[in-house]
């Protein structure tokens, strides 16, 4: 039902929006202030979830039989979307992240495929602002060996990048609605749910973190179409969404190496952008 990464593709969402909150920090630093596996239930369940609708939900989290697919998710921190290539073992991510105090977003963008990793990174919104670094309009590849933490950047650890397994392995009830919807519970207090989910975030849900609502949808071909959770309020944190989307099931592009003009080996400044 779910392979190996499953539990383990969501880092590779959450690295590169991490990576691109680092990056709209480091420009910053740049000038402008001058001027985003194993599947394992996530704590311990209090009630017995409708086993067929559980089943269901968990036959239709994406394999790598289905072929390439998009998809788009959002988290407490940054908006990501992409596609997913299990032949290719690759996969295209890009986490949007919009800067609190300048406005401006910093869309930072990575190709994997097998080994190979390129990456590119845009602003917009940067209207009366200068110091910003400038970095080719094209596919920058990186060398893993310049980088100061290697494992900082996305790879191919598994087609289930929203990590919708884990989240639907913890739920604690899940109901049928019709027209292949569900709803439920899903505990995220712990194990790989509050890996996904992000466990700072987690930790500041406290006791709440247990009972968390979540709907998810199956499309027609019958793999799944959606995944939210209603992560609520608590303390200071403002309540907010977990979403997954996964679409166009072996109709999507697939992924390869780009070549000639569409690439070019990552200049020093990336290097030193990534590595802080």
Same mark, same amino acid.
């Given at each position: 039902?779910m392979?190996n990464? $499953?539990?383990r593709?969501g880092?590779a969402?959450?690295?590169a929006?991490a990576?691109?909150a680092v990056l709209?920090?480091t420009?910053?630093?740049?000038?402008?202030g001058a001027t985003?596996?194993?599947?394992g239930?996530?704590?311990t369940a209090s009630?017995?979830p409708?086993a067929?609708g559980k089943?269901a939900?968990?036959?239709?989290?994406p394999?790598g039989?289905?072929g390439? /697919?998009?998809f788009s998710?959002k988290?407490?921190?940054?908006?990501?979307?992409?596609?997913?290539?299990?032949?290719a073992?690759?996969i295209?991510? $890009?986490a949007?992240?919009k800067?609190?105090?300048h406005?401006?977003?910093t869309r930072?963008?990575?190709?994997v495929?097998?080994d190979?990793?390129?990456? +590119?990174v845009? /602003?917009t919104g940067?209207?009366?602002?200068t110091?910003?670094?400038k970095?080719?309009n094209?596919?920058m590849?990186l060398?893993?060996?310049?980088?100061?933490?290697p494992?900082s950047t996305?790879?191919?650890?598994?087609?289930?990048?929203?990590?919708?397994g884990p989240i639907i392995?913890?739920?604690?009830?899940v109901?049928?609605?019709?027209?292949?919807t569900?709803?439920?519970?899903?505990?995220?207090?712990?194990?790989e749910a509050?890996k996904a989910v992000?466990?700072?975030?987690?930790?500041?849900?406290?006791?709440?973190?247990?009972q968390?609502? /979540?709907?998810?949808v199956v499309g027609?071909?019958g793999?799944?179409?959606?995944l $939210?959770?209603?992560?609520?309020?608590?303390?200071?944190?403002?309540?907010?969404?977990y979403?997954?989307?996964?679409a166009?099931?072996?109709?999507?592009p +697939?992924?390869?190496?780009p070549s000639?003009?569409?690439?070019q080996p990552a200049p020093?400044?990336?290097?030193?952008?990534?590595?802080?």
């Amino acid at each position: 039902m779910m392979t190996n990464g $499953t539990g383990r593709a969501g880092t590779a969402r959450r690295r590169a929006g991490a990576l691109a909150a680092v990056l709209t920090a480091t420009t910053l630093v740049a000038g402008c202030g001058a001027t985003g596996a194993d599947s394992g239930a996530g704590g311990t369940a209090s009630a017995s979830p409708t086993a067929t609708g559980k089943q269901a939900l968990l036959a239709a989290v994406p394999d790598g039989s289905e072929g390439a /697919f998009r998809f788009s998710g959002k988290d407490a921190t940054s908006d990501l979307s992409g596609v997913v290539d299990p032949d290719a073992k690759g996969i295209d991510l $890009t986490a949007a992240v919009k800067d609190p105090e300048h406005g401006f977003t910093t869309r930072m963008s990575f190709l994997v495929v097998q080994d190979r990793i390129w990456m +590119k990174v845009k /602003f917009t919104g940067t209207e009366g602002l200068t110091g910003l670094p400038k970095l080719p309009n094209r596919w920058m590849e990186l060398d893993r060996a310049k980088l100061t933490d290697p494992d900082s950047t996305p790879t191919y650890e598994g087609v289930d990048i929203g990590n919708a397994g884990p989240i639907i392995e913890a739920a604690t009830t899940v109901e049928e609605k019709g027209d292949r919807t569900y709803a439920g519970i899903v505990d995220v207090s712990g194990g790989e749910a509050a890996k996904a989910v992000g466990e700072e975030e987690v930790a500041a849900l406290g006791d709440a973190a247990r009972q968390v609502p /979540f709907t998810a949808v199956v499309g027609a071909d019958g793999n799944l179409a959606s995944l $939210t959770l209603a992560v609520p309020a608590a303390g200071t944190a403002e309540a907010w969404t977990y979403v997954v989307k996964y679409a166009d099931y072996g109709s999507a592009p +697939k992924l390869a190496a780009p070549s000639g003009d569409a690439a070019q080996p990552a200049p020093k400044l990336a290097y030193q952008m990534l590595n802080g």
